[in-house]
């Protein structure tokens, strides 16, 4: 243990996902001796990253007003909704242009290691979504397209238990051929897109 | 299969080691603490991604490096294979084959496939129930390298099913309700990975026993019959009859069944103390010399003869599978009485390549005649 704010520092970057213990004082000490301009601009991020990014109201990504581009974009299919775990996941499904459906980011995967259960995830919102008309129409479809590890795979399977329960509504998962272990957001366009049209009814 | 070339930098006190080999006998000679088991590590670590002395890779490196690397040639068929292994403490290591990169570390398993028997081996009669396991998976690896991945998604399941049941445990004991709706999903995933690697340890157990039954026979054939069998922690909803010779192949649909009844049983236990009692990680190997058990009766010639055995036993199953193994024999001739000198000699001087290692030449049976290294002072020098 350090003594006073080195340590605080270090606890709050422990906090981060994917930072453990060694890194957080890896970059404490960096911080500790960067420039203060670097620090500002550091500061500066941060700050502007709960000032000015709001989160879509209906699908919970990243966006720059109430209602995100996609949401809005009264081109794509309402009844069809993709569910996946982080903003980055969607750039990746849009990446293949093989969907033309709305998103839902459930903002993590059931992670009990991390703490994350279901009512830390838009899992609520989600089922809030499907029991809405959008203009007049039913959601007929959700495609789950969570990561396929361990954590993506858990959470598919809890969903398609609470989604078993609406009358019409067909679940889909992403074909497999995506590498397991693996990240949606690292899967190449082809793959994903194939994964995307080889959907399977779960 | 045979090791052709061993080049290691910066691999436990190497800085760098160079080694051709060809098939049949190689034995590495030297005093004490020259870095001979070191370099047979290294194979090692090359075909199964660990080490057999210790549990995490910081070890393997040089001290003072950042990373070691183990770069081998391996001819299976006529075929060759360059493996080059990066090992970096705390991160994933990197991997190539063929000078090209390779997505994950683990794609490299099965292109060297050894055997290696080692003083540790005492630990495989000796020791916790975990020593037996990895043995047995290490062999499932070693068969077919796509377990290594069901190894780990079981692994990975079990770690979060185990935090859920923890935070569960603690929220009871502290009076609150505690999330557990999704426990059922968990025991889902635990149940379908854990059976997978189930079934394959107890068709692995049916194939290897008569090996290590006949194995243990030759080495000591004046001491009571050698057995091996396998307990789950399914107690009585295990159906009958899998892990035997000859019972019936292990149905993995029944297994995974009957792990999910298990774990409908034992879940207030588990709540409670917050941990997962059911599942592959709590088997155990049993092993057995007539009537008794290894572990707390074997003499300790009897406990040596059975490790013996148990590493010959998975010698003999994967030639019988096709791709003979690399016999790898570290420091072992001096810890054997005369009989299973020359018994092992016997399945040694068979091999297709045996690597040796010992401190003195003398302790070497004399039928094991063939290639000779002297190592010293950080150099290894073709005698
Ligand atoms: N990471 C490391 N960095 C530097 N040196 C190491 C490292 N790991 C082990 N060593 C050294 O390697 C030596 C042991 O090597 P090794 O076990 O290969 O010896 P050996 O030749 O097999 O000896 P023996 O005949 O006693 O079995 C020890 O002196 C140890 O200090
Ligand atoms: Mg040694
Ligand atoms: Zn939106």
Known sequence: MYEGPVQDLIDELGRLPGVGPKSAQ???FHLLAAEPADIGRLQDALQKVKEGVVFCDVCGNVSAETTCRICRDTRRDVTLICVVEEPKDVLAVERTREFKGRYHVLGGALDPLSGVGPDQLRIRQLLQRIGNQVDGKDVAEIIIATDPNTEGEATATYLVRMLRDFPGLTVTRLASGLPMGGDLEFADELTLGRAMSGRRVV | MYVRHLQVSDFRSWERADLAFEPGVSVLVGPNGQGKTNLVEALGYVATLGSHRVATDLPLIRHGSPRAVVRTAVVNDGR???????IT???ANRARVNRGPVPRPRDVLGILRTVLFAPEDLALVRGDPGERRRFLDDMLVARAPRYAGVRSDYE???KQRGALLKTAGAARRAGRSGDISTLDVWDGHLAK????????RLDLVADIAPHVAASYAEVAPESRPARIGYRSSLGESQPEGFGRPDGPRADREALEAAMLTELHRVRPQEIDRGVCLVGPHRDELELALGELPAKGYASHGESWSFALALRLGGYELLRGDGAEPVLVLDDVFAELDRGRRRQLAKVAAAAEQVLITAAVAEDVPEELDG??????????HSA
Request: glycine share 8%; hydrophobic share 55%.
């Open chain 1, 26 to 28: 890896r970059i404490a």
């Open chain 2, 80 to 86: 060759e294979l360059l493996v080059e292994l990066e």
């Open chain 2, 89 to 91: 403490a705390g991160k």
């Open chain 2, 156 to 158: 990975r399941v079990l």
């Open chain 2, 193 to 200: 990975h854990g059976a997978e690697l189930l079934a394959a």
């Open chain 2, 371 to 380: 290639a000779r290294f002297e190592v010293r002072h950080g150099e290894v």
